[in-house]
C-alpha cells in the first residue's frame, strides 16, 4: 500500500472511531431523560448521610451532573419520594425504618445496602455503665440519677417513636420518663455537658460517628425488642423513588456501586464536627487521600455526555 493510500486509510478509520464514539456518547446521554440532570437527595439532618449525600454529590458533579440536597425529617423525605419530589436517599436505617418501608415500599425502588455493621440503640457515659447501668432494665431502678429522661434526636425521627412507644408501654419501669427530642448535634452537647459534670445521661446513639471516639461511651443491653440484637446492629439501605433506575440508568449504576464503611464514615465526620469543614470539602479531601475507591464506584460508569466517568471524576478531584 502507498504512503498516500495508508494514510487516507488511516484518516478513514479514525474519522470512522470518532464518530462511533460521538456516537455512543450521544446514544448514553439521549438513554437517560432530561430531567435527570438535576439528582435530588434528601438529608434527615444527621451527619452520617450528610457525608454520604457529600461523596455522593462530588463524584456526581465530577460526571457533569447537578445535585441538591433537601433538609427533611424522615417521614416527609419518605412522603416527598413517595410524590416524586425527591429521587434519593441514602439513609434508609434498617430495621429502625422498617415502619417506613412497610408504608412506602410499593412507591419507592430499594437499590441496595451501602452500609453494613452500624449501630443504633441507647448508650451512656462509660462511668455510669461501671456504676452499674449495663442494660435498658437497670434503667428504672436510676431514674431520680437520670431525672427520668432519655435524649433522643429531631422530632419526628422512627427512634424517638420506638422509645415513646417504651415509654407509653412502662417498660424496664420507664414510666412516667420523658423523651427529650432535638437535633444530633443539640443532644451531642447535651451528654458533653453531661459528661464534663459527670452526671448521668442516656441518649441515643449510634455508629458510625465520632462521638464514638469523642465520649467513653457504652451501649446498653437489652434493647433487643426495639432496636434489634447486636446493640441495635443495622445495615443501611439506598432507596430511589418509583422508576428513577429506568429513568435515569447511569446514576442508577453508580447508586449500585456505591458502598460505605465505618472508618471511612467516620473520619469524614469528624472532619465535620471537630474540624469545622463543610462536608462537600470533607468528603472532597477524604476521596483525594483514598482515591482507590473510584475504582469501583465508577465501574461501568460515564458522565453525562457519555465519556469515561473515572477519568472525569479524577480530573475533578484533581488527582
Known sequence: MSLKRETGFKCTVLAGAMALGL???QSAQATE?????QVRLTDPGWTDISVTNAL?????QGLGYKTSVDLLAVPIGFESLKKGEIDVFLGNWMPAQQGFIDKYGADLDRVRTNLEGAKFTLAVPAYVYDSGVTSFADLGDRAEDFRQRIYGIDPGAPANGLLQGMIDKGDFGLQGWKLVESG???MLSQVTRAVRKQEAIVFLGWAPHPMNLRVDMKYLEG?????GPNYGGASIHTVTRKGYSAECPNVA???NNLAFNLDMESEIMGAILDDGKK????????LRANPEVLNSWLENVSTRDGMPGL???QQHLGL
Open 253 to 255: 449504576t453508580l447508586l
Open 311 to 313: 477519568a472525569a471524576v
Open 184 to 186: 444530633e448535634q443539640a
Open 56 to 60: 455522593a454529590g462530588t463524584v456526581l
Open 223 to 227: 434493647g433487643d425488642e426495639y432496636f
Open 33 to 37: 431523560a432530561p430531567q435527570c440532570e
Open 279 to 286: 462536608a462537600d470539602q470533607a468528603a472532597a479531601q477524604w
Open 23 to 25: 456516537a455512543a456518547a
